[in-house]
């Protein structure tokens, strides 16, 4: 996405709106959104059409879920 901001003239120097995606894409920072996947905007994704040569996109909730709970496991909070 910070790609596509940047190719297409979508940044503050050119016009453009800073972004937390932009600063992200700039610093090569990935960007973790664990509730993509089943909001809007991940469902409208959906299967991308590969064309070749093309990035393609991959959204695994099972992964995301494993990662997230491993996280919590590694970093437990008092209970209060």
Known sequence: M???????????QAGGKDSIVLAAYEKNVPIFCPAFSDCSA??????????PGQAVVSIDSAKDFYEL????????????
């Open 2 to 12: 910070g790609a596509y901001l940047v190719k297409n003239g979508k940044t503050p």
């Open 42 to 51: 991940g469902f409208a994704g959906g299967p991308p059409a590969c064309t």
């Open 69 to 80: 709970t491993q996280l919590k496991i590694a970093n437990p909070r008092p209970v209060c």
